[in-house]
């Protein structure tokens, strides 16, 4: 039952099409620069757009490479803060999976292979299934642009008249870019993920690229909607139907098609 899981969940990734070419990399700047004494304010100026979303609702289009495998597909996602949906649709618009978490606790019920996976931490879920150790609050704020939720800045430095690099109290580095006069946020680095924002919608990305250890991946970010009405209730609801065997975070592991 366990290989039923990996081609079920083949279907949703199979979805979308993917570019003939990958995304550009965000050309980032290098060497040790200069110490920037508004790195607080300019972080402040560039999360501005991002930092007050506090619930988002967005379809996400997957493409590109994990684990040795192609992956493309679309995912219909919905986040408030701590919590998260997150359905894997097939050409026919009828789900395949689905991803809720609230909190430390995440259920995914895989709908045609009928096994599910409860309370298991949905970072580790995420893992498993596309290869990102992230979780609810980190994932919102990486698609509104703001990279990751805990973001305090402890450092700056000035690399040129139009480029900064802050450091984070939490770890990890945020790359700011001065367009038309403001600070924007185009990539982030952190625990061996590398975010790129390669394109944007208004103040928004429209498009993100996550690489990593054997992770290329680029997420169209379409119809999205901030700051509407999502109660938390509705979007961790999920009903488990008669019938469903239960599935261990071990055996999604080995048989999810990012399988470590």
């Given at each position: 039952m366990v290989e039923t899981s990996k081609l079920a969940l083949a279907i949703v990734l199979s979805a979308i099409?993917?570019?003939?070419?990958?995304?550009?990399?965000v050309a980032l700047p290098s060497g040790a620069g200069t110490p920037a004494l508004d790195y607080a304010q300019a972080m402040t100026t560039a999360r501005a757009a991002c930092e007050g979303v506090r619930t988002l609702q967005a379809e996400l289009?997957?493409?590109?490479?994990?684990a040795g495998q192609r992956m493309r597909g679309r995912v219909h996602s919905g986040f408030v803060p701590g919590a998260l949906r997150l359905e894997g649709v097939a050409p026919f618009g009828s789900p395949v999976f689905i991803l809720v978490a609230d909190g430390l606790k995440g259920t995914l019920l895989l709908l045609r292979d009928r096994r599910v996976l409860l309370d298991a931490p949905p970072e580790d879920i995420l893992h498993a299934l596309v290869g990102i150790r992230l979780g609810p609050d980190d994932l919102r704020a990486l698609f509104t642009g703001c990279v990751k939720a805990a973001s305090e800045p402890s450092a700056g430095r000035m690399h040129g008249p139009d480029w900064m690099t802050v450091e984070l109290a939490s770890g990890g580095t945020i790359y700011l870019h001065r367009e038309r006069g403001a600070w924007r946020i185009l990539a982030g680095r952190y625990e061996g993920l590398e975010i790129d924002y390669t394109a944007f919608r208004g103040e928004r990305p429209s498009q993100v690229v996550l690489r990593g250890k054997d992770l290329d991946l680029t997420l169209?970010?379409?119809?999205?909607e901030i700051n509407g009405e999502l109660?938390?209730?509705?979007l961790v609801a999920v009903t488990i139907p008669p019938g469903v065997?239960?599935?261990?975070l071990d055996e999604l592991r080995r048989a999810g098609p990012l399988g470590q």
């Amino acid at each position: 039952m366990v290989e039923t899981s990996k081609l079920a969940l083949a279907i949703v990734l199979s979805a979308i099409a993917v570019t003939a070419c990958g995304p550009r990399r965000v050309a980032l700047p290098s060497g040790a620069g200069t110490p920037a004494l508004d790195y607080a304010q300019a972080m402040t100026t560039a999360r501005a757009a991002c930092e007050g979303v506090r619930t988002l609702q967005a379809e996400l289009g997957l493409s590109g490479r994990a684990a040795g495998q192609r992956m493309r597909g679309r995912v219909h996602s919905g986040f408030v803060p701590g919590a998260l949906r997150l359905e894997g649709v097939a050409p026919f618009g009828s789900p395949v999976f689905i991803l809720v978490a609230d909190g430390l606790k995440g259920t995914l019920l895989l709908l045609r292979d009928r096994r599910v996976l409860l309370d298991a931490p949905p970072e580790d879920i995420l893992h498993a299934l596309v290869g990102i150790r992230l979780g609810p609050d980190d994932l919102r704020a990486l698609f509104t642009g703001c990279v990751k939720a805990a973001s305090e800045p402890s450092a700056g430095r000035m690399h040129g008249p139009d480029w900064m690099t802050v450091e984070l109290a939490s770890g990890g580095t945020i790359y700011l870019h001065r367009e038309r006069g403001a600070w924007r946020i185009l990539a982030g680095r952190y625990e061996g993920l590398e975010i790129d924002y390669t394109a944007f919608r208004g103040e928004r990305p429209s498009q993100v690229v996550l690489r990593g250890k054997d992770l290329d991946l680029t997420l169209a970010v379409d119809q999205v909607e901030i700051n509407g009405e999502l109660p938390r209730e509705q979007l961790v609801a999920v009903t488990i139907p008669p019938g469903v065997s239960p599935l261990t975070l071990d055996e999604l592991r080995r048989a999810g098609p990012l399988g470590q």
